[in-house]
């Protein structure tokens, strides 16, 4: 299937001004920060007999890189800081939640349902029930769209949903052999049979088991992937830096300017108060074509000046049926429509969740792309690499002013975020024989158009807590919504597995 794609894109398949007008559009940052949208005269997605379902509020903790202020905390602290933002920002009672739900990744395994750790640090109810659910990059997605569930299913009136990632401390197992021979100690009677065992250890038993972030279907790291899917739709490593520079520096306006309302300030024991994002750092193409490829070498396009940091941070979203929110006197910030989720193939289509996930989301709510005022998609995925002796020299970066910082984490795994991903979803959706062909389309999606497209940065500039990013993308919709004042907006993200989310926001009446 990659093949196919590589040569038929290059066939001409996509545009070759595609490129062109990205470019055009990436860098009139404040242009489109300030641009508002009219009001256009469109139906609601209102359905007789059907609950309508609002996000009352949203909020999350400054994202921030992994090893930072956050070093010392655990998973379930960032979780419960958040859940008591959103008490404090919304003044609500603290058994009037009926569920709560989170969304986690790599979990720590001393507070595996994190949804109730937190919970319960927060000050919620011991008889409210709380549980974790995990699928990737989505994981909080599933979260919010549970909480439409139960909602819809009229098993609740108000739920908080969110998601968690601490990647500053992550599990580390010990190999297999040494599991096996700890846990038969364990078991061992005489004093013998535990010598014995303890005489059987090798240099081997010591060497540790990282979390793995390759597909574990395929065996394929996912910046192969990432390259390949690069490669097979023509996206060049200028066009990924031009977006990754796109998403720095529309992030940096969005803070500047007050528009990240989402972000609570949060007192770090024993360190300072955090109040803003801190991986945002614009550069210039200049800088960041310097770097070299970080998985296929010398030629591939994934760079670390195209790629995310590890990052610490969690989220929290308050939902709610209408009638309930109206009844405690709360002003919602939008409804939460029709979703989606797909999958597909996990090796050649490992990251196009978005481009399967939009079209479908849109005809279910019964709506085309120019219905569309605000899209959030998110901006990357995780990937993996590891060379054959076990160890890796990652290059991660951060912008210090007009500096390149390049930090080497010589570790056994190391997670990237890169924006191949996003720029092959674009020209998938741009395609007419990608729609014709996998899709089963007349014709093609449609490209968003980028005057409209993550205005305030993304998972690139602001960061990407696995668990967490979903919230962050709909809370951002609802607020960019009111903002410059559309009536619809759709969220989209890839996950692990070739899995992949859509969800459709309308615009509460102002």
């Known amino acids: 299937m990659a093949s196919m794609l590589l040569n038929t894109m290059r066939a001409g398949s996509v545009s070759p001004s595609w490129a062109v007008r990205l470019g055009a559009r990436s860098l009139s940052t404040t242009a489109q920060l ?14 007789p007999g059907v609950k309508n379902i609002v996000l009352v509020e949203g909020v999350r903790t400054p994202f921030l890189l992994s090893g930072t202020t956050y070093a010392d905390l655990m998973p379930h602290d960032l979780a419960r800081a958040a859940l008591q933002g959103l008490l404090q920002r919304t003044g609500l009672s603290k058994d009037a939640v009926d569920y709560i739900i989170y969304g986690t990744v790599i979990q720590e395994v001393k507070t595996s349902n994190v949804a109730r750790e937190a919970s319960l640090g927060a000050g919620f109810s011991d008889k409210i029930p709380s549980h974790t659910v995990t699928m990737a990059c989505i994981s909080s997605n599933v979260a919010m769209t549970s909480a439409v569930g139960l909602i819809a299913a009229g098993q609740c009136d108000s739920v908080v949903a969110g998601g968690v990632e601490f990647m500053s401390d992550v599990p580390i197992r010990h190999s297999r052999k040494m599991r096996k021979t700890m846990l038969s100690l364990n078991k061992a009677k005489t004093l ?13 038993h010591l060497s540790p088991e990282l979390p793995a972030v390759a597909e574990f279907s395929t065996a394929e790291s996912m910046g192969h992937s990432a390259d390949r899917l690069a490669a097979a739709f023509g996206v060049s490593r200028v066009e990924q830096d031009e977006f990754a520079l796109r998403s720095h520096t529309l992030a940096k306006s969005a803070q500047d300017a007050g528009l990240l309302k989402d972000v609570i300030s949060f007192k770090v024991p024993g360190r300072d108060i955090v109040s803003k994002d801190n991986g945002i750092r614009p550069s210039s193409m200049e800088q960041m074509g310097r770097l070299k490829a970080a998985f296929i070498k010398p030629h591939g396009t994934v760079t670390a000046a195209n790629s995310s940091f590890l990052t610490d941070g969690a989220s929290a979203v308050l939902v709610m049926s209408e009638e309930k929110a109206l009844a405690m006197g709360y002003k919602p910030k939008a409804y939460l429509r029709d979703f989606v989720y797909v999958s597909q193939d996990p090796k050649d289509q490992l990251l196009l969740g978005p481009t399967y996930g939009t079209p479908k989301v849109l005809e279910r709510a019964g709506l085309a792309m120019s219905d569309i005022d605000v899209f959030e998609f998110h901006e990357a995925f995780a990937v993996s690499s590891l060379t054959s002796d076990g160890k890796e020299t990652v290059q991660a970066f951060a912008f210090l002013g007009d500096c390149v910082l390049l930090i080497c984490l010589v570790i056994l795994r190391c997670v990237f975020v890169f924006q191949g991903q996003i720029m092959a979803n674009l020209k998938a959706m741009d395609s007419d024989w990608f729609g014709q062909t996998y899709l089963g389309r007349k014709s093609k999606v449609g490209a968003p158009p980028m005057e409209k497209f993550n205005l305030w940065g993304g998972s690139l500039s602001l960061g990407h807590p696995f668990g967490a990013t979903g919230c962050r993308l709909v809370t951002t919709v609802a607020h960019r919504l009111q903002k410059e004042g559309g009536q619809y907006g759709l969220v989209a993200a890839c996950a692990a597995g070739g899995q992949g989310h859509a969800m459709v926001i309308e615009a509460y009446p102002q």
Do not use: N, Y
């Not at 949208?37 to 139906?43: L, P, R």
């Not at 013998?192 to 081997?204: D, E, F, H, P, V």
């Open 34 to 47: 300030h641009a508002q949208v009219q009001t256009k005269s469109k139906k609601t997605l209102s359905r």
């Open 192 to 204: 013998g049979q535990r010598l014995s065992l303890i005489g059987s250890i090798r240099m081997a």
